[in-house]
């Protein structure tokens, strides 16, 4: 079985950047639909970004502009970019896999995600 492993996550100050891994243990994994999802103490998961087999990305509203989700060529390292970070991105981060691409996968609802990794945690301070 693929196991996923995200690491990046830390403490930094508004305005700061970090960029997120998220490592496939098979070479070349891939999948219909790859993404990072995240939730802050007290509230629901949210999904921030995926990306599908045929790289159509989507966006959370409250992330669009300043995080960016990519992929490696050989699709075992999943990326996510934030920039121009703000106290309300705190979070732990997920990555995430799963088998329904186009608009099951742009919907970034977390059940259509089946593989989660650990978790790195984001911490934003003002």
């Not at 100050?13 to 802050?40: D, I, K, N, P, T």
Request: charged content about 15%; glycine content about 12%; aromatic content about 12%.
């Amino acid at each position: 079985q693929v196991q996923l492993v995200e690491s990046g996550g830390g403490s930094v100050q508004a305005g700061g950047s970090l960029r997120l891994s998220c490592v496939a243990s098979r070479y070349s994994y891939s999948s219909s639909c790859m993404g990072w999802f995240r939730r802050a103490p007290g509230k629901e998961r949210e999904g921030v970004a995926t990306i599908d087999s045929d790289g159509i990305t989507s966006y959370a509203d409250s992330v669009k502009g300043r995080f960016a989700i990519s992929q490696s060529n050989g699709k075992n390292t999943l990326y996510l970019q934030m920039n121009s970070l703000k106290p309300e991105d705190t979070a732990m981060y997920y990555c995430a896999a799963g088998p329904y691409g186009g608009n099951w996968c742009r919907s970034r609802i977390y059940r259509y995600l089946e593989l989660w990794g650990q978790g790195t945690l984001v911490t934003v301070s003002s």
